[in-house]
């Protein structure tokens, strides 16, 4: 059961961050939840070798170049960051979702790990959009109200359009962003859709076995 501590990290991130990110600490409580998902997706990947030392390539700097974010506020530091921090989320996720569609019988850790995906992008896509934010400010929108959209924001956002709920209080302005919401709307339909056909055929290949 390697993906049930990634998933927790992630489903914790995703019910206490709107409560930690307000007040000064709010930064470094959103970097601690976050940190928890770099090192519990290490141990996600950690059964072949060579996934346990690019996902550590790419860990490492996200962690350390994170928390000096955190110290320095830099904003360079930030924009670094965010590359590292999301091929480790697509790497993460593409791992997963290969042993969700590799394996013949579902277990309770099959189903942990395509949840963990489905979150996975999420994040990865809330990562792109902040990144896409800070290197071109005012590519989204919130239309209660003004200013730069931050990270807590961009989770938010990234979820209504993974799910395809489209509130539309945050807008893609710019091309550049439009094509990202565009991409994670069509990749969280193409998931839902893959993964059911997958449990399908998993349900036919263990009636076909118990049959013989």
């Not at 990634?6 to 307000?22: H, R, T």
């Not at 400010?137 to 961009?154: D, E, H, I, R, V």
């Not at 990234?158 to 990749?187: H, W």
């Amino acid at each position: 059961m390697q993906f049930h501590y990634l998933l927790a990290s992630l489903v914790l991130l995703l019910a206490v961050y709107p409560y930690v990110i307000a007040g000064p600490s709010g930064p470094v409580a959103l970097k601690v939840l976050t940190s928890f998902i770099l090192i519990t997706g290490v141990y996600a990947v950690s059964n072949r070798r060579r996934q346990v030392v690019i996902a550590g390539l790419l860990a490492v700097p996200a962690f350390g170049l994170g928390w000096l974010h955190v110290i320095t506020g830099d904003p360079a530091t930030g924009a670094v960051e965010s590359v590292f921090t999301l091929l480790f989320y697509a790497f993460t996720a593409l791992v997963g979702l290969s042993r969700v569609l590799g394996t013949r019988r579902i277990t309770t850790d099959t189903i942990y790990g395509a949840v963990s995906v489905y979150l996975l992008m999420g994040l990865t896509w809330a990562t792109a959009y902040d990144l896409v934010e800070s290197i071109n400010p005012g590519s989204f929108s919130a239309g209660s109200g003004g200013g730069t959209l931050a990270f807590p924001a961009f989770i938010y956002f990234s979820f209504v359009t993974l799910a395809t709920l489209g509130y539309g209080d945050i807008t893609p302005v710019t091309d550049q962003a439009r094509s990202l919401a565009l991409l994670e709307t069509v990749s969280g339909t193409l998931y839902i859709a893959v993964l059911i056909a997958r449990l399908v055929a998993a349900a036919g290949w263990r009636n076909d076995a118990g049959s013989e």
